[in-house]
């Protein structure tokens, strides 16, 4: 499969879990502007894959233990 | 005298209030009228808190009187974004017609913080509902309607933070509080000609001001000019309990920098790609002016995927962040038709995607530190264009149709940045010159920004019709 085959199958998967969950709120044409916004988030997902990390990058994200005190 | 405070820097106008030549009760009732008067004609304000600041004015003005003196915020009218939590009866909408007629029974802590340096609260101001977060893509996207430039009726104010930039740029308050996730402080203060601080990620309580993500939201503020968004940094900084983002770390606002200081400027290689002619041309000319401040040198950030970083984050956290207002359908009564439908698109963000990002964002703000460890500051054109016509869809880089590597960098990393007018391009609107700082460095670019406003007044302009 071509990227740009690979990029549409992952676009019309993600927009039938959309449609699944909330198509009876949309028309025709908000679906049509969802599917874009999908398409935006899919390039920038494979944008973000397309970059190589080592397992030693981890999520810049603090977590702290909580303990109330005393 | 009433008029004659309208648009005079808070560290003037605090001069006056410290010396008693100034009343904090005649200033409150001069911008209180102001805010009566013009602020319906720039859509700038949601609920004006007569009330409570001419308490505040009365009870400062005692102060002052009795010998106790706060500070240069004693006294001093202020507005405040209105996702900021208010008690008192005040509503708190989020600029959002769900919210319109919410009452909140507490202070956000930069309420808190302000109250007790002596400012006196006169409107809640006017926002992009949800500040933006649910994909807006046009200028009428709030229940209070579209923010209008006070320097061209027929724009956009800039936002999310509308209502704190307009207000500010029109006379109406001398500084307000605003917020960014993306942009948020950054855009109403360039499209309207004023300054604005972003504070690094940390530097200001977020407890009481609405999420849209907590990895990335700051509040800051807006006013005339550098030196005085110091003032109020200063009186809003700090570590608080209820906000555990916040860091333990002191600060101090030193004032102006003494004139002769040099700095060290870095320019992204490709930073004006994009950006309208004008916008340009001023960057330009802005950078002439720096060069007599100090050095300017043209650097490079490694290739990474700036905007795709910062948005994965913000669309993640934003949907998770109003999740019960997309779930249940509450969205469709949102001003903006794209926000109504928009959020349903971000259940295709997979949480794999979403950690990938935090993982990038770590090399990010480690590249970005490294690039500006070496300077006091990247310059860069504040927007790449003019305000958009109020009617008109505006490009954006948090939908992706716009490139903003310094606001993906900067937001996504958490850095501090100042915004300053530095001339004006089509419609006769403002365009600003942006300088971004190491994490912690707000006295940087403040500095920074106050040496380039000494020597130019583009910040001493203001509309001719207010």
């Known amino acids: 499969m071509s990227e740009p085959e690979a990029m549409a199958a992952e676009v019309e998967t993600m927009l039938a879990l959309v449609r699944e969950r909330y198509g ?22 494979r944008a973000l894959r397309a970059v190589r990390l080592t397992n030693a990058d981890e999520p810049a994200q603090p977590f702290a233990a909580y303990r109330a005190d005393p | 005298m009433t008029e004659d405070v309208v648009f005079r820097p808070v560290r003037a106008l605090a001069e006056g209030v410290r010396t008693r030549r100034l009343s904090p009760v005649m200033l409150a009732e001069t911008f209180l009228d102001r805010l009566e008067r013009l602020g319906p004609r720039y859509n700038a304000v949601v609920t004006i808190t007569r009330d409570r600041a001419l308490e505040q004015a009365r009870r400062a003005e005692a102060e002052i009187a009795s010998g106790r003196y706060r500070g240069p915020l004693h006294g001093i009218p202020y507005g405040a974004k209105d ?6 009866g005040i509503p708190t909408t989020w600029g959002a017609a769900p919210f319109k007629d919410r009452v909140l029974d507490f ?4 309420i808190l913080k302000l109250e007790a340096a002596g ?12 500040a933006g977060g649910m994909g807006y893509r046009q200028p009428n996207a709030s ?5 209008v430039n006070p320097w061209n009726r027929e724009a956009w104010s800039g936002g999310s933070s509308s209502g704190s930039g307009s207000a500010v740029a029109a006379g109406l308050v001398p500084f307000a509080i605003g917020s960014e996730t993306w942009g948020s402080i950054l855009s109403p203060a360039g499209h309207c000609g004023i300054t604005g601080l972003r504070p690094t990620y940390g530097r200001v309580s977020r407890h009481g001001a609405m999420a849209i993500c907590w990895t990335l939201d700051k509040l800051g503020p807006l006013a005339l000019t550098a030196d005085d968004c110091g003032l109020v940094l200063q009186a809003i900084a700090g570590r608080d309990p209820a906000d555990p983002t916040t860091a333990d770390r002191t600060y101090h606002y030193p004032g102006p920098t003494p004139a002769g200081r040099r700095f060290r400027f870095g320019v992204l290689r490709g930073i004006t790609e994009g950006c309208e002619p004008e916008v340009r041309d001023n960057f330009t000319r802005s950078l002439e002016v720096l060069k007599a401040l100090g050095t300017v040198e043209e650097v490079t950030l490694p290739d990474l995927p700036y905007d795709e970083i910062t948005r994965t984050i913000l669309f993640a956290e934003a949907s998770s962040a109003f999740e019960d207002l ?16 928009t959020p349903y698109a971000r259940d295709a963000i997979l949480a794999k995607d979403y950690l990938k990002a935090l993982r990038l964002r770590g090399v990010m703000a480690r590249e970005a530190d490294r690039v500006l460890a070496s300077l006091d500051a990247l310059v860069a054109p504040g927007r790449a264009t003019v305000a958009a016509r109020l009617g008109s869809e ?28 530095n001339g004006f391009g089509a419609r006769g609107l403002p365009t600003s ?31 001719e019709a207010v």
């Open chain 2, 394 to 421: 505006f490009r954006s880089a948090i939908r992706g149709t716009a490139r903003d590597v310094m606001g993906a960098v900067g937001n996504g990393a958490g850095l501090p940045a100042v915004a300053v007018p």
């Open chain 2, 143 to 147: 229940f209070t309607g579209p923010g």
């Open chain 1, 24 to 45: 009876h709120r949309l028309d025709a044409a908000q679906l049509a502007a969802v599917r874009t916004s999908i398409e935006a988030i899919v390039q920038a997902a």
């Open chain 2, 119 to 130: 400012g006196v609260l006169c409107a809640k101001l006017a926002m992009v509902e949800l």
């Open chain 2, 326 to 341: 997309i779930e249940d359908g509450g969205i469709a009564a949102l001003t903006a038709p794209e926000d109504r439908y």
């Open chain 2, 433 to 463: 010159l942006q300088f971004m700082g190491r994490a912690w460095e707000e006295n940087g670019v403040l500095a920074a920004a106050c040496a380039y406003q000494s020597v130019t007044d583009w910040h001493t302009r203001h509309p």
């Open chain 2, 107 to 110: 202070d956000a802590t930069v």
């Open chain 2, 83 to 88: 996702l900021l939590a208010t008690s008192g």
